[in-house]
């Protein structure tokens, strides 16, 4: 699949899907739950990728592979314009991944979540669109639909509950109207992700759970009619490879709800398949509804358009998490690494309790977030591009 781009590093996608080339793919995001399997997989496939990740929750998920001949880190954050114009010189196509992901995480600063996850979203696709990068994948998420009794599918009203998923639409809007002939955004709606990653995430719904019950002997499901698609994460990557390599002419413009019609559930159902797999574990069901989120999910689209089906169930997904909880490869899931809402919520309360000072930063401070994060993480902000 090698193949030698032209001059310019640029590869034949307006009729083909993307061809390898010399030029890397950019990865926003790429230390995160996702990200981290998607550069791998890219990496597997031969492409060179550069990394945009300013390394939030540590760069354990991939500092194995700084040292790979095909990787390039920019070690900086994506809302510093000049971080982001250096970023995209030369690249075959971004796929936009970083953001502050999660409902309870966004509501902490509702600053410091718009200029992450909407205004930088702007600021990196209209520096792609500037240097000539044909494609952008972005990554949204079915969260977009919010509370809605309908079975929806990429056309359906969307009815959002939070912050997040409004800079999600926001940036989701921003980008389409940027379309032309040159540039092709692509959205991706990813279900709600499970699975193990190198970020394990113990916040999201079926991690947590599978956790409790492996830990706790006991899940507490709040609600539990709610319905919610499920999609393994190694399988997102997939579908992001799926989608940077169609057509352009299949995929521009398009918006993809990313996951299967058979892996939508209803959460006291996702609780009931988890105590079949782990029999010692106990289900408790509070009529408390803390997450207003219900939606069920139709997954035709891609399906047909890309060939995408999952290869990953839950069921394997559920055990592959359970050794890595019994192995002790996830020591303590309730640590604040594996959870975005406690990672930033605690370093608020941290910097608060020890009246550090705050650093220094290029980058415009916008929010008390946003200075509370750089006293926290002196090196956040800081750029060691290594051209490796
Ligand atoms: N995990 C899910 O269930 C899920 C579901 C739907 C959509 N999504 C979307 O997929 C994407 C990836 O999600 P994830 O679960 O891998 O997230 P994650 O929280 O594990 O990782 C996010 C990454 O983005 C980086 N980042 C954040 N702000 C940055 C900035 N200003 N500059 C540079 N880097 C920055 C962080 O350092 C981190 O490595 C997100 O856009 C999210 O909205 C995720």
Redesign the pocket.
Known sequence: MMSTGNANGKTKQETTGLVISAAPVLV?????????ILVRRLLDRGYRVRV??????GDD?IRDIFAHPRLEMIV????DRMVVAHAVQGVSAVI???????DP?CAIDEDFTIG??FE?TRIIADAAKQAGVGRFVF?????VYGASAEMLDETSVLNPVSL?ANT?IAAERALLDMRDAAFAPVIM??????GH?Y?P?YD?AINVMTAKAVKNGQITIHGGDQWRPFVH?DD?ARALVLALEAPVAKVAGETFNVGSDEQNHQLKEVGEIIQRLIPRAEVLTNDLVTDKRNYHVQFTKIRETLGFTPTHTLTESIFEMKAALDTGEVLDYQHRRYN?YRFLSQIVHEVAQQHRPFATSPIAITSTMEQLMFAACDDWGREVDSSR
């Open positions: 926003t995001g790429a230390a995160g739950y996702i990200g981290s945009l990740d300013r390394l939030m929750y998920a900086a954050d994506f809302r936009h991944l970083g953001a502050i992901v999660g995480a992450t996850n930088a990554g949204s998420t079915c969260s997040y999600k709606r990813f279900a709600t992700a499970y990653s970020r995430r999201l994460v997102i975005n």
